[in-house]
């Protein structure tokens, strides 16, 4: 994986929250970071395609309207 170096205004609480978790998890602020990006980015990802298609879901005996 290829690292790129950015700026991020980050404000004092945040900073102190990042700090803890660093210390209790014995890593550096920067991978705390660099997880919390990568989890909101995954979250908000878009799919190209459908996770199952139709034919892999069950109808569970739904009524369609």
Do not use: N
């Not at 790129?4 to 991978?31: C, M, N, P, W, Y």
């Amino acid at each position: 994986m290829t690292l790129k170096r950015i700026d991020v205004d980050v404000d004092d609480s945040d900073l102190t929250l990042i700090k803890e978790a660093a210390g209790r998890l014995g890593t550096s602020q920067a991978e705390i970071i660099r997880e919390g990006i990568h989890r909101i980015a995954s979250a908000h990802r878009v799919w190209d395609e459908p996770f199952v298609t139709d034919e892999e879901t069950s109808d569970l005996g739904g009524h369609a309207r």
